[in-house]
């Protein structure tokens, strides 16, 4: 399956339990305040003249009493989260998991790392060379809530999975398919503050369109700013009853994986307001996309055209799932993040993919606004490995948006053939007067406008450092 297809599916997944699942658990104080007041007004008016005192005299003090009550209802909503686990995406990348010798699936660690090549051409591996990861799984729309077993021993929770693929190897009829993946899980934890360091047991059953059964035990690191990274050990038996014939799987495997906008709450955090749970990222968003005019021969948006005709937008920059984890240095200023895909198309020849890069930033908040100026520099292993340097100006224009200014230089390797179908090779001319790069490398300057979606900005009184929030 193309693994565009497959990230198509998971986001769509996700956004559905996004829909259905319950974030947040509201509770509702209603109660009256009485207020009772008394007022006691006591005057004395002396009349005119001489009095005989040897009459008893009329006195002219007066006394007043006033008695008030006031009564008002009183309503106050308390919002906590409802959740033990909430993700958007996770991939794993599998060690050992091929049935009878079938090849690999070539797509690396956390299971995102594919051939480019194969990615937007469909051009076939090389698979006479030898891959560690030999398959991979995905998950998208993962969702948990507390599970009250054992006299409400701690740890338990039961969760459900839209949509997970388990691929043990290149072989497609070994694919295992869930939809509504049921899991239970029981976490221990050995470190009680962000990050969390649990061991997790976990058995997922699945019944359609794939009826399989996966056991597993795993090693995680996280959430922060909804970072996850885990080591898992599991057993995964089943079938496809959709396909025929059906044909019965079952195989070991280890594997590693990452997670994205994947956040975790302990059982305490479930009795903790919103308002005072901790932040440990300067920024968390779903979605960011930039249009730039560039340094390139010729635009993505129309690789055809050549001289006065090629469009001043020629490319764009786009990010999905990232975040901005603050470090303790510089005021916490400093930050590293990563992101789960990452785009730069700043030409037609000049463009690079990057799956979980790293990158290294400083967040300043100029004349004490909610402006953000980010100096940053990113790095890209694959599946295209480039490096990219810029200045970025977020403007927030509401809690979850903000308008994007971006300056930037990009250079790096593409690490495939062609850029687009149907246009020739590199080096290669297409017409007599301009001639195209002879090589996937590229170099390019850009300067852009765009926006970011479901995005979340965070001040410096955001973070959870040094709050001393009530339940640390």
């Given at each position: 399956?193309?693994?565009?297809?497959?990230?198509?599916?998971?986001?769509?997944a996700?956004?559905?339990?996004?829909g259905?699942?319950?974030y947040?658990r509201?509770?509702?104080?209603?109660?009256?305040?009485?207020n009772?007041?008394?007022?006691?007004?006591?005057?004395?008016?002396?009349?005119?003249?001489?009095?005989?005192n040897?009459?008893?005299?009329?006195?002219t003090?007066?006394?007043?009493m006033?008695r008030?009550?006031?009564?008002?209802?009183i309503?106050?909503?308390?919002?906590?989260?409802?959740f033990?686990?909430?993700g958007?995406?996770?991939?794993?990348?599998?060690?050992?998991?091929?049935?009878?010798?079938?090849?690999?699936?070539y797509t690396?660690l956390?299971?995102?790392?594919?051939?480019?090549?194969q990615?937007?051409?469909n051009?076939?591996?090389?698979?006479?060379?030898?891959?560690?990861?030999?398959g991979?799984?995905?998950r998208?729309?993962?969702?948990?809530?507390?599970?009250?077993?054992?006299?409400?021993?701690?740890?338990?929770?039961?969760g459900?999975?839209?949509?997970?693929?388990?691929?043990?190897?290149?072989?497609?009829?070994?694919?295992?398919?869930?939809?509504?993946?049921?899991?239970?899980?029981?976490?221990f934890?050995?470190?009680?503050l962000?990050?969390?360091?649990?061991?997790?047991?976990?058995?997922?059953?699945?019944?359609?369109p794939?009826?399989?059964?996966?056991?597993s035990?795993?090693a995680?690191?996280?959430?922060?700013?909804?970072?996850?990274?885990?080591?898992?050990?599991?057993?995964?038996?089943?079938?496809?009853?959709i396909?025929?014939?059906v044909q019965f799987?079952?195989?070991p495997?280890f594997?590693?994986?990452?997670?994205?906008?994947?956040?975790?709450?302990?059982?305490?955090?479930?009795?903790?307001?919103?308002?005072?749970?901790?932040?440990?990222?300067?920024?968390?968003g779903?979605?960011e996309?930039?249009?730039?005019?560039?340094s390139?021969?010729?635009?993505?948006?129309?690789?055809?055209?050549?001289g006065?005709?090629?469009?001043?937008?020629?490319g764009?920059?786009?990010?999905?799932?990232?975040?901005s984890?603050?470090l303790?240095v510089?005021?916490?200023?400093?930050?590293l993040?990563?992101?789960?895909?990452?785009?730069?198309?700043?030409?037609?020849?000049?463009?690079?993919?990057?799956?979980?890069?790293?990158?290294?930033?400083?967040?300043?908040?100029?004349?004490?606004?909610?402006l953000?100026?980010?100096?940053?520099?990113?790095?890209?292993?694959?599946p295209?490995?480039?490096a990219?340097?810029?200045?970025?100006?977020?403007?927030?224009?509401?809690?979850?948006?903000?308008?994007?200014?971006?300056?930037?230089?990009?250079?790096?390797?593409?690490?495939?053939?062609?850029?687009?179908?149907g246009?020739p090779?590199?080096g290669?001319?297409?017409?007599?007067?301009?001639?195209?790069?002879?090589?996937?490398?590229?170099?390019?300057f850009?300067?852009?406008?765009g926006?970011?979606?479901?995005?979340?900005l965070?001040?410096?009184?955001?973070?959870r450092y040094?709050?001393?929030?009530?339940?640390?």
């Amino acid at each position: 399956m193309n693994i565009l297809r497959i990230m198509s599916i998971a986001i769509t997944a996700s956004l559905f339990v996004a829909g259905c699942g319950s974030y947040t658990r509201t509770e509702r104080d209603i109660y009256t305040i009485t207020n009772t007041d008394t007022v006691i007004t006591e005057r004395a008016q002396n009349q005119p003249g001489d009095r005989d005192n040897g009459i008893i005299y009329p006195s002219t003090r007066s006394i007043t009493m006033a008695r008030s009550v006031h009564q008002r209802d009183i309503i106050v909503d308390r919002h906590y989260p409802a959740f033990i686990r909430m993700g958007l995406f996770e991939g794993i990348g599998l060690i050992g998991s091929p049935i009878n010798g079938a090849k690999s699936t070539y797509t690396g660690l956390f299971g995102m790392f594919y051939d480019l090549d194969q990615l937007l051409f469909n051009r076939k591996q090389d698979t006479s060379q030898s891959s560690l990861f030999s398959g991979c799984i995905y998950r998208a729309g993962i969702a948990e809530w507390k599970l009250n077993w054992f006299d409400n021993d701690p740890g338990w929770s039961w969760g459900v999975t839209t949509a997970e693929f388990i691929r043990p190897d290149a072989d497609n009829s070994h694919a295992l398919i869930g939809a509504g993946v049921l899991t239970i899980n029981k976490r221990f934890y050995f470190r009680s503050l962000i990050p969390y360091l649990t061991i997790r047991p976990s058995l997922s059953l699945s019944a359609l369109p794939s009826q399989y059964i996966n056991a597993s035990v795993s090693a995680e690191v996280g959430s922060i700013g909804g970072v996850n990274v885990r080591a898992y050990l599991g057993y995964a038996f089943g079938a496809n009853v959709i396909r025929s014939p059906v044909q019965f799987v079952s195989f070991p495997y280890f594997g590693i994986g990452a997670s994205v906008l994947d956040f975790l709450n302990r059982e305490e955090e479930l009795d903790v307001e919103w308002k005072y749970h901790e932040h440990s990222a300067w920024e968390i968003g779903f979605l960011e996309f930039v249009l730039v005019g560039s340094s390139a021969e010729l635009s993505v948006f129309a690789p055809e055209k050549v001289g006065s005709k090629i469009p001043v937008m020629k490319g764009g920059t786009a990010r999905v799932g990232f975040a901005s984890i603050a470090l303790p240095v510089l005021d916490n200023r400093l930050s590293l993040g990563t992101s789960l895909i990452n785009i730069v198309a700043l030409g037609a020849y000049e463009y690079g993919l990057g799956v979980f890069p790293l990158r290294l930033a400083y967040h300043w908040n100029p004349f004490r606004t909610t402006l953000v100026v980010e100096p940053f520099i990113e790095y890209n292993f694959a599946p295209s490995s480039f490096a990219h340097l810029g200045v970025r100006c977020a403007i927030p224009v509401g809690n979850q948006m903000s308008v994007q200014l971006v300056a930037g230089w990009a250079n790096g390797s593409t690490g495939a053939g062609i850029a687009i179908p149907g246009l020739p090779e590199l080096g290669t001319r297409i017409d007599n007067n301009t001639a195209l790069n002879t090589s996937p490398n590229f170099s390019t300057f850009y300067v852009g406008i765009g926006a970011s979606f479901l995005d979340r900005l965070f001040g410096r009184g955001d973070l959870r450092y040094g709050k001393g929030y009530p339940h640390e």
